[in-house]
């Protein structure tokens, strides 16, 4: 080989090397037995993958591998879409449609799980993988067997009475959060399992004021989602008060934002007074905290 040629794949190769996603190193045994240990102040910050992640090549959003290597790596909560199929089996689905996440065409409404499993899942490129659309009990056993906090978002025609009925079914309270959208959300949820979890928007003083007024879910029942616009620290610090910890959603411009610019900005917003960031970029996240601890 000519030496032009070497110097040539040498440069190349260290080209390649610096596109890989970094991938810190597996994390240690949980420090969180369950989501009832989540209370301010948190022994460390805690990340939130929305949807599993979906940045990773041939990792989808939704999906159980998703799932499984991310929490290898470290300790986490896993964000979770939960729909329902035509015959009423619950799965893990954000759109309406199953167009963009798999090979497949239609509402997932209309849809069975027998028609469902014949599909594939894509990643975020459209690739397809060699994964496919899972149920929610699985994801539930899961979560149990592997000590994670699921964080739990209905979706569509899935049915609030039909998602907490699997959790029980398991006994997997300890490892699942509901997130509520409204006031009367939270008080649907808590009316049906007062024993579960609640991510509550908590994204400004309003909103706090409306939780302050009946304390539904109560304080140890309550984690506040404090949005994806940075908030003052003196709403952190409020929250706090209860013994509530927040979570700040960087997905969408702040993650974008980072991968071009920089991932310190995720240490800017812990120092505002989040304990959770929630993100479609948990590992990058993960190796900015640990490279500052």
Not at 19 to 25: G, I, S, T
Request: charged residues 25%; proline residues 4%; glycine residues 6%.
């Amino acid at each position: 080989m000519s030496d032009k040629k070497f110097i040539f794949l040498f440069i190349l190769l260290i080209l390649c090397s610096s596109c890989k996603v970094a991938v810190p190193e597996q994390a240690d045994a949980s420090v969180y037995k369950g989501v009832y240990e989540l209370r301010y102040p948190l022994l460390k910050p805690l990340i939130s993958g929305h949807r599993g992640a979906d940045v990773y090549e041939n990792y989808p959003e939704n999906c159980l591998e998703t799932f499984q290597f991310i929490r290898a790596k470290m300790d986490c909560i896993i964000e979770c879409d939960i729909a329902k199929t035509k015959d009423g089996i619950l799965v893990l689905m954000h759109d309406k449609s199953i167009d963009r996440t798999t090979n497949g065409f239609g509402l997932i409404k209309e849809m069975t799980y027998a028609e469902l499993e014949n599909l594939r899942l894509k990643d975020h490129t459209g690739r397809l993988t060699d994964y496919k659309i899972p149920e929610f009990s699985a994801v539930l056993a899961w979560a149990k067997a592997s000590n994670t906090i699921l964080s739990v978002d209905k979706k569509g025609s899935a049915g609030l009475e039909e998602i907490i009925a699997e959790i029980r079914k398991i006994n997997a309270e300890a490892n699942v959060m509901m997130i509520s959208y409204s006031t009367e959300m939270s008080h649907e949820i808590y009316t049906l399992a007062p024993e579960l979890v609640q991510s509550v928007a908590i994204r400004n003083r309003e909103e706090l004021a409306r939780w302050e007024a009946n304390k539904i879910p109560p304080a140890d029942r309550t984690i506040a989602f404090t949005g994806t616009r940075r908030s003052p620290g003196a709403l952190y610090d409020s929250i706090h008060r209860y013994g509530i910890p927040c979570i700040f959603g960087t997905l969408g411009n702040i993650d974008q934002q980072a991968s071009k610019k920089g991932d310190q900005v995720y240490l800017e917003i812990l120092k505002t007074g989040v304990d959770i960031i929630a993100t479609d970029r948990p590992l990058e996240v993960a190796e900015v905290i640990w490279e500052n601890e």
